[in-house]
């Protein structure tokens, strides 16, 4: 993931990271990276755990990496135990973003340092986050954030605290929050990109965005212009793959079959990832 993530830094464009909850995600984004040639991270949150178990899902994503015909890193996405960090490496998983904004500061350099000297010795790539990217619960991402911190500028990232965390702890990329939200935006978001900037000028590592689905594609360049390398999207495909499927089952008559359905849901997905990967520029570029 490092060494793609360099390449996006340097030619101005973003990767696009898919969370990869079942077989069908995973085949229409590899689908749509081999097509667009494009660079491509697949990712496996803990929190989806409860859906597709990690022990499950990982050997397929390590297959698909392994025979996709453009460059797939597999990552885990919001790592938050240790047991979970240590299990995903254990599973061939080549890169590690590890969520230590729900501890203060110094606890979040040391047990992100302490991943980071892990990986190292297996050749695992690492991603830190500093600032805290909120989750509100009405925004259909799982979260239990309130509502109302969606507003608080004192959970974005401190430039200056972002050097410390980076040179403390060793990693790879650095996670931002400087106005972006996990699950549906429930305002319209208000982007501080200037922060970005001096986050990306003290860090000297990679930035990445969560919380990218619901921005429109001026958004998406202009973070990608200020040095998001890459860019974590979910919610907006979870949406649009089911509203498509519902326009297709009210307009259904007569018998409908689960793998047809299948079929097509794979296809959307496809042509979603494509979309994204058109935005984020990362087309044309494996």
Known sequence: MSEMLRDAARR???VPCFNAINLDMIRGIIAA???ERSPVILCHAEIHFKYTPLETIAPIMVRAMNEAKVPVSILLDHGKSFSAVMKAMHLGFNAIMFDG??????ENVRRTAEVVKIARTLGVSVEGELGYVTRPKSGGAEG??????IDDTSLYTDPQQAKDFVERTGIDALAAA???VHGIYLKKPELDVERLE???DAAGVPIVMHGGSGLSEEEFHRTIDRGVAKINYYTGMALKVMDRARERIAGTTGSLFYHEHMMQVIQDIKEDAQSIMRTFRSSGKA
Not at 101 to 106: G, Q, V
Not at 144 to 149: K, L, V, W, Y
């Open 144 to 149: 239990e954030d309130d509502d109302s911190i």
């Open 33 to 35: 990276a081999e097509e």
């Open 101 to 106: 904004s729900e501890h203060d500061y110094e």
């Open 198 to 200: 001096r986050i990306r």
């Open 12 to 14: 101005g464009y973003a």
């Open 178 to 180: 400087f106005g972006t």
